[in-house]
Protein backbone atom coordinates (compact mmCIF):
# COMPACT_ATOMS: atom_id res chain seq x y z
CA UNK A 1 0.00 0.00 0.00
CA UNK A 2 1.00 3.21 -0.69
CA UNK A 3 -0.25 6.75 0.86
CA UNK A 4 0.67 8.50 -2.03
CA UNK A 5 -0.24 8.53 -5.92
CA UNK A 6 2.24 6.76 -8.38
CA UNK A 7 2.28 4.81 -11.55
CA UNK A 8 0.00 2.47 -12.76
CA UNK A 9 -1.09 -0.28 -10.22
CA UNK A 10 -1.08 2.02 -7.64
CA UNK A 11 -3.66 1.62 -4.51
CA UNK A 12 -4.06 4.77 -2.15
CA UNK A 13 -5.38 6.21 1.20
CA UNK A 14 -7.87 8.30 0.46
CA UNK A 15 -9.58 10.81 3.30
CA UNK A 16 -11.96 13.07 1.20
CA UNK A 17 -10.69 11.81 -2.15
CA UNK A 18 -9.78 15.46 -4.05
CA UNK A 19 -6.51 13.84 -5.17
CA UNK A 20 -7.82 11.78 -7.65
CA UNK A 21 -8.86 14.84 -9.56
CA UNK A 22 -5.03 14.54 -10.11
CA UNK A 23 -4.30 11.30 -9.32
CA UNK A 24 -7.01 9.20 -10.65
CA UNK A 25 -5.88 7.90 -13.81
CA UNK A 26 -2.60 5.98 -12.12
CA UNK A 27 -5.09 4.90 -9.37
CA UNK A 28 -6.38 1.23 -9.78
CA UNK A 29 -7.59 0.94 -5.74
CA UNK A 30 -8.29 3.89 -3.47
CA UNK A 31 -9.07 3.02 0.22
CA UNK A 32 -11.58 4.51 2.13
CA UNK A 33 -9.16 6.43 5.40
CA UNK A 34 -12.65 8.01 7.05
CA UNK A 35 -14.16 4.27 7.49
CA UNK A 36 -12.24 5.15 11.01
CA UNK A 37 -14.40 7.97 12.08
CA UNK A 38 -12.05 10.31 13.52
CA UNK A 39 -15.06 13.37 12.46
CA UNK A 40 -15.69 16.34 14.31
CA UNK A 41 -14.72 18.96 16.90
CA UNK A 42 -14.76 18.68 19.94
CA UNK A 43 -13.10 21.09 23.07
CA UNK A 44 -11.04 20.03 26.29
CA UNK A 45 -11.62 21.13 29.75
CA UNK A 46 -8.15 23.20 29.44
CA UNK A 47 -9.82 24.39 25.77
CA UNK A 48 -7.46 22.02 23.43
CA UNK A 49 -9.17 22.36 20.52
CA UNK A 50 -9.64 18.39 18.93
CA UNK A 51 -10.25 17.95 15.59
CA UNK A 52 -11.03 14.80 13.51
CA UNK A 53 -8.31 13.93 10.73
CA UNK A 54 -11.80 12.58 8.88
CA UNK A 55 -13.37 16.54 9.64
CA UNK A 56 -14.09 18.05 5.93
CA UNK A 57 -12.83 21.56 5.72
CA UNK A 58 -16.40 22.81 5.42
CA UNK A 59 -17.35 21.69 8.91
CA UNK A 60 -14.08 22.95 10.61
CA UNK A 61 -15.13 26.00 8.73
CA UNK A 62 -18.68 26.22 10.48
CA UNK A 63 -17.47 24.93 13.72
CA UNK A 64 -18.48 27.22 16.64
CA UNK A 65 -15.67 25.55 18.37
CA UNK A 66 -12.98 26.17 16.14
CA UNK A 67 -14.20 29.57 15.82
CA UNK A 68 -12.88 29.94 19.48
CA UNK A 69 -8.91 29.46 18.10
CA UNK A 70 -6.90 33.06 18.19
CA UNK A 71 -10.12 35.02 17.05
CA UNK A 72 -11.46 32.89 14.39
CA UNK A 73 -8.29 32.26 12.37
CA UNK A 74 -8.83 28.29 11.25
CA UNK A 75 -12.47 29.41 10.78
CA UNK A 76 -11.50 32.02 8.26
CA UNK A 77 -8.60 30.14 6.23
CA UNK A 78 -11.16 26.80 6.19
CA UNK A 79 -13.83 28.92 4.90
CA UNK A 80 -10.83 30.21 2.07
CA UNK A 81 -10.26 26.69 0.84
CA UNK A 82 -11.55 26.59 -2.80
CA UNK A 83 -14.99 26.00 -3.53
CA UNK A 84 -17.82 24.77 -1.32
CA UNK A 85 -17.44 21.47 -3.54
CA UNK A 86 -13.99 20.99 -2.57
CA UNK A 87 -14.60 21.96 1.09
CA UNK A 88 -17.31 19.57 1.60
CA UNK A 89 -15.01 16.74 0.19
CA UNK A 90 -11.38 17.35 1.46
CA UNK A 91 -10.57 16.56 4.75
CA UNK A 92 -8.73 18.20 7.90
CA UNK A 93 -6.12 15.17 7.40
CA UNK A 94 -5.65 15.38 3.60
CA UNK A 95 -5.28 18.88 3.70
CA UNK A 96 -2.36 18.90 5.86
CA UNK A 97 -1.03 15.71 3.94
CA UNK A 98 -1.52 16.73 0.47
CA UNK A 99 1.80 18.65 0.32
CA UNK A 100 2.85 18.99 -3.01
CA UNK A 101 -0.07 21.40 -2.96
CA UNK A 102 0.32 24.37 -1.01
CA UNK A 103 -2.91 23.65 0.86
CA UNK A 104 -4.33 26.32 3.44
CA UNK A 105 -4.54 24.53 6.33
CA UNK A 106 -0.69 24.37 7.32
CA UNK A 107 0.68 27.22 8.09
CA UNK A 108 -2.57 28.33 10.34
CA UNK A 109 -2.09 24.92 12.58
CA UNK A 110 1.64 25.42 12.24
CA UNK A 111 1.04 29.48 13.76
CA UNK A 112 -1.64 27.54 16.65
CA UNK A 113 1.70 25.25 17.81
CA UNK A 114 -0.96 22.21 16.37
CA UNK A 115 -0.03 18.65 17.20
CA UNK A 116 -0.82 16.00 15.13
CA UNK A 117 -2.26 12.25 16.37
CA UNK A 118 -0.57 9.44 13.99
CA UNK A 119 -1.25 5.95 14.21
CA UNK A 120 1.71 4.09 13.26
CA UNK A 121 2.31 0.17 13.17
CA UNK A 122 4.04 0.33 16.26
CA UNK A 123 1.33 2.24 18.21
CA UNK A 124 -0.06 6.07 18.01
CA UNK A 125 2.23 9.01 19.04
CA UNK A 126 2.13 12.58 18.75
CA UNK A 127 3.44 14.71 15.94
CA UNK A 128 3.78 18.16 16.60
CA UNK A 129 3.34 20.22 12.86
CA UNK A 130 6.65 21.85 12.94
CA UNK A 131 8.46 18.22 12.82
CA UNK A 132 6.10 16.95 10.32
CA UNK A 133 6.59 19.63 7.62
CA UNK A 134 10.76 20.13 8.87
CA UNK A 135 11.63 15.82 9.81
CA UNK A 136 8.90 14.26 7.82
CA UNK A 137 10.92 11.25 7.18
CA UNK A 138 11.62 10.77 10.66
CA UNK A 139 8.69 11.26 11.73
CA UNK A 140 6.13 9.98 9.42
CA UNK A 141 6.40 6.76 7.57
CA UNK A 142 4.49 5.60 4.90
CA UNK A 143 1.45 3.98 6.11
CA UNK A 144 0.64 5.77 9.34
CA UNK A 145 -2.83 7.76 9.46
CA UNK A 146 -3.54 10.99 10.94
CA UNK A 147 -6.39 10.67 12.98
CA UNK A 148 -6.58 14.12 14.54
CA UNK A 149 -5.14 17.61 15.43
CA UNK A 150 -5.10 19.27 18.76
CA UNK A 151 -5.01 22.87 18.97
CA UNK A 152 -3.58 24.36 22.40
CA UNK A 153 -5.93 26.29 24.12
CA UNK A 154 -5.52 30.18 21.90
CA UNK A 155 -8.79 31.87 22.72
CA UNK A 156 -6.54 34.61 24.41
CA UNK A 157 -4.98 35.07 21.36
CA UNK A 158 -4.99 37.03 17.99
CA UNK A 159 -4.72 35.36 14.55
CA UNK A 160 -4.93 36.23 11.19
CA UNK A 161 -4.19 34.39 7.84
CA UNK A 162 -3.95 35.53 4.33
CA UNK A 163 -3.68 33.85 0.91
CA UNK A 164 -2.09 35.01 -2.25
CA UNK A 165 -3.63 33.20 -4.96
CA UNK A 166 -4.17 33.91 -8.57
CA UNK A 167 -8.18 32.95 -9.03
CA UNK A 168 -9.99 31.59 -5.69
CA UNK A 169 -10.23 27.99 -6.82
CA UNK A 170 -6.69 27.73 -6.56
CA UNK A 171 -4.05 26.80 -4.43
CA UNK A 172 -1.62 30.04 -2.72
CA UNK A 173 1.14 31.47 -4.52
CA UNK A 174 2.32 32.93 -1.31
CA UNK A 175 0.16 32.58 2.29
CA UNK A 176 0.79 33.41 6.03
CA UNK A 177 -0.43 33.05 9.34
CA UNK A 178 0.43 34.70 12.07
CA UNK A 179 -0.54 34.71 15.94
CA UNK A 180 -0.24 37.14 18.72
CA UNK A 181 -0.29 37.52 22.41
CA UNK A 182 0.32 41.29 23.31
CA UNK A 183 -1.75 41.30 25.97
CA UNK A 184 0.05 41.91 29.15
CA UNK A 185 2.09 44.24 27.98
CA UNK A 186 5.09 42.38 28.20
CA UNK A 187 7.36 41.16 24.94
CA UNK A 188 5.31 39.98 22.54
CA UNK A 189 4.57 36.47 22.03
CA UNK A 190 4.67 35.80 18.44
CA UNK A 191 4.19 33.21 15.52
CA UNK A 192 4.38 33.41 12.01
CA UNK A 193 3.89 30.54 9.33
CA UNK A 194 4.52 31.00 5.56
CA UNK A 195 2.73 28.91 3.33
CA UNK A 196 3.69 28.36 -0.89
CA UNK A 197 7.03 29.58 -0.66
CA UNK A 198 8.92 26.20 -1.17
CA UNK A 199 7.16 22.40 -0.66
CA UNK A 200 6.33 22.47 2.40
CA UNK A 201 5.38 25.17 4.70
CA UNK A 202 7.18 26.61 7.51
CA UNK A 203 7.42 28.48 10.85
CA UNK A 204 9.72 31.92 10.25
CA UNK A 205 11.75 31.84 13.58
CA UNK A 206 14.49 34.04 13.15
CA UNK A 207 11.51 36.55 12.01
CA UNK A 208 9.40 35.49 15.49
CA UNK A 209 12.65 36.24 17.77
CA UNK A 210 13.54 39.88 15.97
CA UNK A 211 9.79 40.61 16.72
CA UNK A 212 9.77 39.18 20.48
CA UNK A 213 13.41 41.27 21.21
CA UNK A 214 12.39 44.43 19.05
CA UNK A 215 8.49 44.77 19.80
CA UNK A 216 5.16 45.24 17.10
CA UNK A 217 4.96 48.37 14.73
CA UNK A 218 5.29 49.07 11.01
CA UNK A 219 8.92 49.09 11.22
CA UNK A 220 9.37 45.98 12.60
CA UNK A 221 6.95 44.26 10.95
CA UNK A 222 7.84 45.01 7.84
CA UNK A 223 11.85 43.65 8.87
CA UNK A 224 10.53 40.52 9.81
CA UNK A 225 8.75 39.69 7.14
CA UNK A 226 11.50 40.00 4.93
CA UNK A 227 13.74 38.41 7.67
CA UNK A 228 11.11 35.47 7.07
CA UNK A 229 11.02 35.29 2.97
CA UNK A 230 14.60 35.65 2.76
CA UNK A 231 15.35 32.45 5.47
CA UNK A 232 12.46 30.19 2.93
CA UNK A 233 14.25 31.37 -0.48
CA UNK A 234 10.76 31.59 -3.17
CA UNK A 235 10.56 29.06 -5.84
CA UNK A 236 9.76 29.86 -9.26
CA UNK A 237 7.08 27.77 -11.05
CA UNK A 238 4.25 28.17 -13.42
CA UNK A 239 1.90 29.73 -11.05
CA UNK A 240 4.38 32.48 -9.95
CA UNK A 241 8.25 33.67 -10.42
CA UNK A 242 10.36 33.57 -7.66
CA UNK A 243 10.35 37.26 -7.41
CA UNK A 244 6.91 37.85 -7.65
CA UNK A 245 6.34 34.76 -5.06
CA UNK A 246 8.96 36.52 -2.80
CA UNK A 247 6.90 40.29 -3.18
CA UNK A 248 3.32 38.38 -2.41
CA UNK A 249 4.97 36.62 0.63
CA UNK A 250 6.39 39.90 2.26
CA UNK A 251 3.28 41.79 1.76
CA UNK A 252 0.76 38.49 3.12
CA UNK A 253 3.47 38.62 5.97
CA UNK A 254 2.84 42.17 7.07
CA UNK A 255 -0.69 41.93 6.65
CA UNK A 256 -1.06 39.42 8.96
CA UNK A 257 1.35 40.13 11.52
CA UNK A 258 -0.06 43.77 11.26
CA UNK A 259 -4.10 42.41 11.97
CA UNK A 260 -2.96 39.84 14.42
CA UNK A 261 -0.75 42.60 16.16
CA UNK A 262 -4.14 44.75 16.28
CA UNK A 263 -2.55 47.46 14.49
CA UNK A 264 -4.73 48.40 11.37
CA UNK A 265 -6.46 51.03 10.48
C1 LIG B 1 -9.90 22.14 -7.89
C2 LIG B 1 -9.15 22.13 -6.59
C3 LIG B 1 -8.96 23.32 -5.92
C4 LIG B 1 -8.29 23.33 -4.70
N1 LIG B 1 -8.12 24.52 -4.05
C5 LIG B 1 -7.58 24.51 -2.80
C6 LIG B 1 -7.51 25.71 -2.02
O1 LIG B 1 -7.93 26.78 -2.40
N2 LIG B 1 -6.94 25.60 -0.79
C7 LIG B 1 -6.47 24.42 -0.27
O2 LIG B 1 -6.01 24.37 0.87
N3 LIG B 1 -6.52 23.28 -1.01
C8 LIG B 1 -7.06 23.31 -2.24
N4 LIG B 1 -7.12 22.16 -2.96
C9 LIG B 1 -6.46 20.96 -2.42
C10 LIG B 1 -7.41 20.23 -1.53
O3 LIG B 1 -7.81 21.03 -0.45
C11 LIG B 1 -6.69 19.02 -1.02
O4 LIG B 1 -6.58 18.16 -2.12
C12 LIG B 1 -7.48 18.37 0.08
O5 LIG B 1 -7.46 19.17 1.24
C13 LIG B 1 -6.96 17.01 0.42
O6 LIG B 1 -7.88 16.45 1.36
P1 LIG B 1 -8.62 15.09 1.04
O7 LIG B 1 -9.34 14.71 2.28
O8 LIG B 1 -9.43 15.19 -0.20
O9 LIG B 1 -7.37 14.16 0.83
P2 LIG B 1 -7.26 12.91 -0.16
O10 LIG B 1 -7.37 13.41 -1.57
O11 LIG B 1 -8.18 11.85 0.27
O12 LIG B 1 -5.76 12.47 0.17
C14 LIG B 1 -4.65 13.31 -0.15
C15 LIG B 1 -3.35 12.61 0.28
O13 LIG B 1 -3.28 12.61 1.70
C16 LIG B 1 -3.23 11.28 2.22
N5 LIG B 1 -4.10 11.31 3.39
C17 LIG B 1 -5.36 11.80 3.46
N6 LIG B 1 -5.82 11.75 4.71
C18 LIG B 1 -4.83 11.20 5.47
C19 LIG B 1 -4.70 10.88 6.85
N7 LIG B 1 -5.70 11.10 7.72
N8 LIG B 1 -3.55 10.34 7.28
C20 LIG B 1 -2.53 10.09 6.42
N9 LIG B 1 -2.59 10.34 5.09
C21 LIG B 1 -3.73 10.91 4.62
C22 LIG B 1 -3.76 10.37 1.11
O14 LIG B 1 -3.22 9.07 1.18
C23 LIG B 1 -3.28 11.14 -0.13
O15 LIG B 1 -1.91 10.85 -0.36
C24 LIG B 1 -7.79 22.11 -4.17
C25 LIG B 1 -7.99 20.91 -4.84
C26 LIG B 1 -8.67 20.89 -6.04
C27 LIG B 1 -8.90 19.59 -6.72
Known sequence: MRAHAGSPGTALYISGGTILVHAGATIDTAVDLCAIGARGVSTEPDGTIVIGACTPVAELARSGEAAVAAGGILSR????????????????????????????????????????????????????????????????????LITGVRVPSSSALRGAFHKVGRKRLDVAIASAAAVVNASDGGA????????????????????????????????????????AVDAASPRGDRRATADY????????AVRVLTEAAGLEG
Not at 117 to 128: C, E, F, L, N, Y
Not at 245 to 252: K, T, Y
Open 77 to 144: AAHGVANHTIRNLATVGGNLVAWHFPTDLPPVFLALDAVMRVHTSDGAKDVTLDAFYTRRREVFRRGD
Open 188 to 227: PDVRLALGGLRVAPLRARDAESYLTENGLDAATIRKAAVI
Open 245 to 252: RRAAAVAA
